[in-house]
């Protein structure tokens, strides 16, 4: 596998230098800022998927900034973030941990880009996921929170995919990895995975996803995964995630699958729903655990910014997620949350 | 300092003169936008026209979506889009597009075209940090936005009416040309024997 690995990257480093002479486009500079409210109805943080979890706080997300440049054929993206949100939320530090005093590495992506023809392209560096419907950036997302399945699955893959375009419609691509979210293998290049996309008509688009290898819980699993979405009309968009990811021997891991439908009263404001059942799988046979979680967010959207109000209700019958009543120490069933973002993009 | 204000100040001068000069595209009977311009043939024979039309889009297909070129005798029709950029003092980076459809007649001695059928889509940043259509369903550019879209929308107009015009011109300039270059210029060779 290393050797496949030192061979793609040769090949690409060629065909990089290959395109010096030609034409450049101009520099793209781009990015977010994100701000948050939330107040839990029991007076605790108690629904705790990645962001928007502090109580009765103005707490920050992120700073995003993001630079593009295309040259002919090749072309880079750097991102990088800074906040909560965007470091030990989301992104690990040097050593590999999340510890937020010593985060220091910002990267949301690093790649580098070379189109070999219209149809074939090959990519190589950090690259936010091909795995799941939500991402990072609240600027990419409808709901402001995130979805128990975004939380669980990888953030980031570190190795070199090929894309091959077979029409509009269909296209494949393959790669090796790094582990989940490491900008260093630590096992050398473990994953390889793959994403088949299919338009099967104008505004519909699926990906199926694949990816075996090591995971960012230790383990060697197969996450499969399904992220589609479509656009009905102008009003209309429906959205379906739905993941299954097996770990070690005995087959221990998650399942899930959430369903976003999506109403547009006028191009400014929109109402969306996240509906999703998330399965924990019971090690060595044990029990399994399950949470349902409903949120029900708008976008109000006025120039660069976009207001998100947003309610959440999160149903934990097996108490896997440690939510409390108002005292703080009665163990609860159930949690309800309120929260109003503000996310800026230019 | 005062080269900073004096900078300041000429900056706000070509703001408001850009502003000033940029006109909105006229409305079709219809009540959509459109640019129309009906032009004289002067002596071109149709067929070498048509050559020369297919010319202009099979050296233009950046923009241009080929895939829906309709040809017949005296029509030729094809939609293409242009991308809109949002465009601060330092940074340039895609905000959307509008898709267009282009229409050419031909009859005796003139030919007649028009773009139309504007219809604006928003970009969104994708998980790798591109700008990518956020949906397949384009806004008619005729819409009347919200009071706080107000101005980015007007932008959007403008923008459209200069790359309207713009095209215009190039394809006027290319159906005109005498001269339609064939094959590729010569290359250059240094003579290093003789010195």
């Not at chain 1, 990257?9 to 034409?23: D, R």
């Not at chain 1, 338009?199 to 819980?217: K, M």
């Not at chain 2, 502003?19 to 002596?43: C, N, R, S, W």
Request: glycine share 8%; hydrophobic share 40%; with cysteine.
């Amino acid at each position: 596998m290393k050797n496949i690995a030192a061979f793609s990257l040769l090949l690409f480093g060629t065909a990089t230098l290959a395109v010096a002479q030609e034409k450049a486009s101009p520099l793209e500079i781009s990015g977010s800022v994100d701000t948050y409210y939330k107040y839990d109805l029991n007076k605790s943080s108690n629904i705790k998927t990645f962001f928007a979890n502090e109580q009765n706080s103005v707490s920050l997300g992120m700073i995003d900034l993001a630079l593009k440049k295309t040259t002919g054929k090749a072309s880079f993206v750097g991102e990088l973030s800074f906040g909560p949100r965007g470091q030990y939320q989301s992104i690990p530090d040097v050593t590999g941990g999340y510890d937020p005093e010593k985060n220091g590495f910002n990267i949301q992506n690093l790649y580098v880009n070379y189109a070999f023809t219209d149809k074939f392209t090959m990519t190589a560096g950090y690259m936010g996921t091909f795995i799941g419907y939500e991402v990072i950036s609240p600027a990419a997302n409808f709901n402001y929170s995130t979805s128990y399945l975004f939380g669980s699955g990888p953030f980031q893959n570190a190795g070199i995919k090929g894309t091959y375009a077979f029409s509009d419609k269909v296209s494949l691509m393959l790669g090796l990895f790094n582990e989940w979210n490491q900008y260093t293998a630590t096992r050398g290049v473990s994953s390889f995975g793959g994403q088949l996309m299919v338009s099967p008509v104008e505004g519909w688009t699926a990906y199926i996803n694949g990816l075996h290898g090591l995971d960012g819980y230790g383990n060697y699993s197969t996450i499969l995964d399904l992220t589609t979405a479509y656009q009905i009309n102008d009003k209309v968009k429906i959205g379906l995630n739905a993941a299954n990811l097996s770990a070690g021997d005995d087959k221990f891991g998650y399942s899930g699958v959430a369903l976003y439908p999506q109403y547009a009263f006028t191009p400014a404001v929109a109402l969306g729903l996240r509906a999703e059942y998330f399965n924990y799988k019971g090690i060595s046979g044990g029990p399994s655990a399950s949470v349902t979680s409903f949120t029900l967010s708008g976008n109000i959207k006025a120039g660069g910014l976009t207001f998100i109000p947003e309610v959440r209700f999160d149903s934990d019958k097996d108490f896997t997620q440690g939510f409390f009543k108002k005292d703080g120490v009665t163990p609860n069933k159930s949690a309800s949350q309120f929260s109003l973002a503000a996310v800026y993009s230019f | 300092m005062k080269v900073s204000i004096l900078f300041l100040y000429l900056l706000c001068i070509c703001s408001y003169l850009k502003a000033q000069d940029t006109e909105l595209l006229p409305k079709d009977e219809a009540g959509k936008f459109i640019y129309y311009e009906v032009v004289k043939l002067h002596d071109l024979p149709l067929h070498t026209l048509k050559v020369r039309l297919l010319d202009f889009f099979a050296k233009n297909k950046v923009g241009l979506k080929s895939t829906k070129f309709q040809m017949t005798d005296s029509t030729f029709s094809a939609s293409g889009k242009l991308i809109i950029n949002k465009t601060m003092v330092v940074v340039s980076h895609p905000s959307g597009e509008v898709n267009y459809n282009f229409v050419l007649e031909t009859k005796l001695d003139k030919y007649r075209f028009w773009l139309t059928d504007f219809k604006f889509i928003p970009y969104q940043k994708d998980r790798y940090g591109n700008f990518v259509p956020s949906t397949t369903v384009g806004v008619p550019l005729e819409n009347e936005p919200a009071k706080f879209n107000a101005e980015q929308w007007k932008e959007y107009r403008s923008q459209t009416a200069l790359y309207a015009a713009s095209f215009a011109e190039k394809i006027k300039k290319h159906l005109a040309d005498p001269v339609l270059k064939t094959s590729l210029p010569a290359e250059k060779k240094m003579v290093t024997k003789v010195w």
